[in-house]
């Protein structure tokens, strides 16, 4: 292109950009602007939003559904089982509560908030809440305990849990004994009748 | 004022050196006003609403900036050249504030009423260069000395664009003394410069495409001795980080930032002198008198510095060669060709 | 008494300096590098002579997690943590390979949400991409237009999964909620809403001549040699090659909608600068308009999650798929040795294969273009690194 024409089709493309760019910055500076002042003005959050997790352990069966669906591993569950006697009772869905749950921990440092435990929980008592101001000045106030078992509460279930085994494992231990002296008093039973066979071959000597 | 003063003391030594008082304040207090303004103006552009928790809509912030500058921990590297950098923002800002010395803010307000006013201006600023380069340099900082390189090609070279448009002027007005040329400029719109001064119709007829373009030539380059956006490449936050300022906190950048400011009104203030009438009232006669004569050199200022946000934060950064070649190669043909038309315009 | 020679410094790639050339060190800690990018400049004043990335910063091991400590549907979250600016168009990669291997087909309703989804995410993420590069060529004011529309769009996401940035909504056979009711009309407001700033945009900075000239003659890109070093997406198509995978290598129902590919012709300069790949990228966004609005019109009813299998065990094999990214082709090469977890995940970023071309167009332009130059390549380190 001729070079005069373009210099002077650069100068006026120049001027003309220029101020067709002033003229929508000076618009808007006339708009309503679109920030709110945080903190003293907080948006709503819709329903589904998925923040911090919360338990409800009135509902909690001790499943370990929610622990394997993570994929970061940062909820630690423990479970001891419960006693015949023990009635836990049952949860809102009408599902009776069978084991203790001493340790329910959720890392909520580690948690990448992908609701991945939510889905698999049969009663449906971990949610994500729209709490999302939960920060902490110390790194370990951020491990939540969901448990509401005392360490009383605990030191009795696991006793009972312990002799509850113990007494299953002597039971087992006896049933075994007595079908091993059952099946010795039938072998000594067998011992004592006379071997035919062998006394008629040790009569050709 | 300088009557008042002496009356007061007595003694010429004091009353110099408290001359040179009201000038200081009066860029302290511009420099407060215009830091919340660009950041308001800024904020309001771009949707949004800066600063609304300090004082009401945030009005003490620029005092917080200030503070909190002051109250910063100078430091300085280990390997810098320590006397040029800590020079270097005391010479920056002496070259501004004493072409304030020059600058008519009313019709008896004018520090130094020289006959030579905007020569003088042209050339002591000029030592913001100097304390520029010393900056870049005495930082041991590839980055800063970089930035301070382009500063310095770039004030340098857009110097005669500004020159020649100043020439113009000059040449119509005939005289070189602010006071003077803002004198000439009153008696309503029609005699300020831009609208072709004081000359007989016919030849204000040609005059003022002359001027026009005259002014654009000295805003452009004006902007770019102020190294503001769209010509900001020495301190071109995407890529220098801050360019000569990198190795600079605390006082001593609170002195740059202030003389960056103080630059930035004094071109301002320069272009509505020559132009836009410098303290003349553009109605005949309302509204003249000392006072008022102020008001309209502080407003007018004011607005070529609203014009100077607004530009700042539209338009995008011009690369150094591009820089160059706009001043070589486009406002100073404009500028030359201009002059020629005046002179030829003065002539017949 | 002889003097010593200092030998020259040298590069980490051991070339030798001239003594009018300086090494600059444009560390992982700068304002303009989009990320933890670390690059070796050894310039010639402002001339670069030659550009050395270096990259790693960001390594957050993905492909071992997904060999050994989750399975299938676990991968999911990671797969979104790659490229965090554009988390659907990742999701959506990697479902489209494990329904591959599972040879799954999802119902129609899941496509079409799919599809919605990951071009309202292409335009988010092409909204950061101008957005940061204008900011790069030094004008402000354009970045917080582009992120307040993106807000919009993020609205959207939050309204449908709960989650901005990383959704884990994809799942593989379906997706994890279906669409509220009040989604269709409030995406069809925003898709006339966003052509007027799409128009105001350009007017405030693609056209204005500064910036024309400050990216209009820098970094080339030859078509011939963006082919031959794979670059794909906006880089591709910026130099003219007429290549999108949405419509050469179809995957899902894109063969259903009626949309242009935008490719650079070098209105403003020569093919293959920064310019074009910008103005590819702006295009890009109202096609993807169209798109949705296409979509939107033709969603049918269904149940979003009845395709979902309930323990996913795929026979052994290998499967490899890719999709189109706001950033190029990213691919997922999946082997499956029969069990719940994956023996290998590899993914093909296209951040990583388009950002070995810089060297090639950096070279013989200043430092100043460079700026320009990474900004329109469009990285991020997410999935540069893995």
């Known amino acids: 292109m001729n070079p005069v024409v373009e210099y002077f089709g650069d100068i006026y493309r120049g001027i003309k950009t220029a101020t067709i760019g002033m003229r929508i910055t000076f618009k808007h500076l006339f708009t309503r602007a679109v920030t709110i002042q945080y903190p003293t003005v907080k948006m709503k959050l819709p329903e589904r939003a998925r923040n911090r997790l919360y338990v409800n352990m009135d509902d909690c069966i001790g499943c370990d559904q929610c622990a394997m669906a993570c994929p970061v591993d940062c909820i630690d569950i423990e479970t001891i089982k419960s006693t015949p006697e023990d009635n836990l009772g049952t949860t809102s869905t009408g599902q009776k509560k069978r084991l203790h749950v001493p340790l329910f921990d959720i890392d909520i440092a580690k948690c990448c908030y992908c609701g991945l435990c939510v889905y698999p929980c049969p009663t449906e008592c971990i949610k994500m809440t ?38 299953v494992a002597a039971k087992k231990v006896t049933a075994a004994a007595a079908t091993k002296a059952a099946a010795e008093a039938k072998a000594a039973a067998q011992a004592t009748q006379p071997p035919q066979p062998t006394e008629q071959q040790q009569k050709p000597e | 004022m300088e009557q008042y003063l002496t009356s007061l003391f007595g003694d010429p030594l004091w009353v110099q050196i408290l001359m040179g008082v009201p000038p200081l304040v009066f860029i302290l207090v511009y ?46 590297p280990a390997a810098a050249d320590k006397l040029l950098f800590i020079i270097a923002p005391y010479v920056t800002f002496s070259g501004t504030y004493a072409a304030f010395a020059a600058l008519p803010f009313g019709s008896s307000f004018v520090g130094s009423n020289i006959n030579i006013g905007i020569f003088y201006i042209v050339a002591i600023s000029s030592l913001v260069v100097v304390g520029l380069l010393m900056a870049g340099w005495a930082s041991n900082n590839k980055w800063s000395l970089f930035g301070a390189l382009r500063s310095a090609a770039q004030i340098v070279s857009y110097e005669i664009p500004s020159a020649f448009a100043i020439l113009g002027v000059v040449m119509v007005a005939g005289t070189m003394s602010l006071q003077e040329l803002s004198a000439a400029q009153t008696g309503g719109i029609t005699h300020w410069m831009i609208l072709g001064g004081t000359l007989p119709l016919t030849k204000k007829l040609i005059a003022i495409p002359l001027m026009i373009v005259l002014f654009l030539v000295y805003y452009v380059s004006s902007m770019a001795e102020v190294n503001r956006t769209p010509f900001d490449i020495p301190e071109a936050e995407s890529e220098l980080v801050q360019g000569y300022n990198t190795e600079y906190s605390g006082m001593k950048f609170a002195i740059f930032y202030l003389a960056e400011y103080a630059n930035l009104f004094l071109v ?61 190669k486009v406002l100073t043909p404009f500028a030359f060709a201009c002059v020629l038309g005046l002179g030829l315009l003065l002539v017949w | 008494m002889t003097d010593t020679i ?85 999701e959506f990669a990697y479902v489209v390979a494990a329904e591959r291997l599972l040879k799954i087909q999802v119902p129609e309703r899941v496509e079409y949400i799919r599809v919605i989804m990951a071009e309202l995410q292409r335009i988010a993420s092409h909204l950061i991409a101008v957005g940061t590069y204008g900011i790069d060529i030094g004008a ?182 890719r999709t189109e990214t706001p950033r190029g082709e990213l691919g997922f090469y999946i082997v499956s040795d029969g069990t719940a977890t994956p023996y290998r995940i590899k993914a093909r970023s296209p951040g990583f294969v388009n950002l070995s071309v810089i060297n090639e167009i950096a070279r013989g332009g200043m430092i100043a273009d460079l700026v320009a130059i990474i900004g329109s390549i469009d990285i991020v380190l997410g999935e540069v690194d893995r």
């Open chain 1, 130 to 167: 729209d709490v999302y101001e939960f920060s902490e000045f110390d790194r370990h106030n951020l491990i939540y305990s969901f448990s509401t078992m005392t360490p009383a509460e605990i030191e009795t279930a696991t006793t009972k849990a312990k002799k509850m085994e113990e007494e």
């Open chain 2, 31 to 76: 420099t407060l006003i215009v830091l919340y303004l660009e950041m308001k103006v800024a904020a309001h552009m771009q949707d949004r609403v800066a600063y609304m928790r300090t004082g009401w809509h945030g009005t003490l912030q620029p005092f917080a900036d200030m503070l909190k500058l002051l109250q910063k921990e100078d430091t300085i």
């Open chain 2, 268 to 328: 301002s203030a320069i272009a509505t002198v020559l132009f836009f009438g410098g303290w003349a009232s553009p109605f005949a006669s309302l509204m003249t008198g000392p006072w008022w004569s102020a008001f309209w050199f502080v407003t007018k200022g004011m607005l070529f510095v609203f014009l100077n946000i607004w530009l700042r934060w539209t338009l995008p950064r011009l690369r150094v060669d591009q820089l160059m070649y706009m001043s070589w």
């Open chain 3, 6 to 90: 200092i030998a020259p410094p040298k590069t980490s790639t051991g070339k030798s300096l001239r003594t009018e050339e300086m090494i600059l060190n444009m560390g992982p800690q700068h304002p303009s590098t989009h990320g933890v990018l670390r690059l070796e400049l050894v310039v010639d004043g402002e001339i670069v002579v030659e550009v050395v990335p270096h990259i790693g910063y960001l390594h957050r091991c993905f492909e071992k997690h997904c060999e050994h400590m989750t399975n299938y549907q676990q991968v999911i979250p990671y797969v979104d943590r790659l490229d965090y600016v554009c988390a659907m168009n990742n």
């Open chain 3, 140 to 321: 402000f004011t354009p970045f917080l237009y582009c992120f307040r529309d993106r807000e919009k769009i993020l609205d959207l996401f939050e309204m449908t999964c709960g989650a901005r940035l990383l959704y884990n909504y994809m799942w593989i056979g379906g997706l994890s909620h279906d669409i509220p009711t009040d989604f269709v009309p409030r995406a069809k407001e925003f898709c006339s809403y966003f052509k007027a700033q799409i128009r105001d945009f350009n007017n405030l900075l693609t056209f204005n001549e500064i910036f024309v000239k400050r990216t209009a003659h820098a970094g080339i890109l030859p078509p011939e040699v963006a082919v031959n070093y794979a670059c794909s997406g906006p880089m591709l198509r910026g130099s003219g090659v007429s290549w999108d995978l949405r419509r050469d290598d179809p995957y899902s129902i894109y063969n259903r909608f009626e949309w242009d590919v935008p490719v650079g012709k070098g209105e403003r300069g020569p093919v293959g600068s920064c310019w074009d790949r910008h103005i590819v990228r702006m295009r890009e966004m109202e096609q993807s308009v169209r798109i949705i609005e296409q979509a939107l019109a033709q969603i049918p009813e269904g149940d979003v999650q009845s395709a979902i299998p309930k323990r996913i065990r795929p026979n052994p094999g290998e499967v490899y798929a």
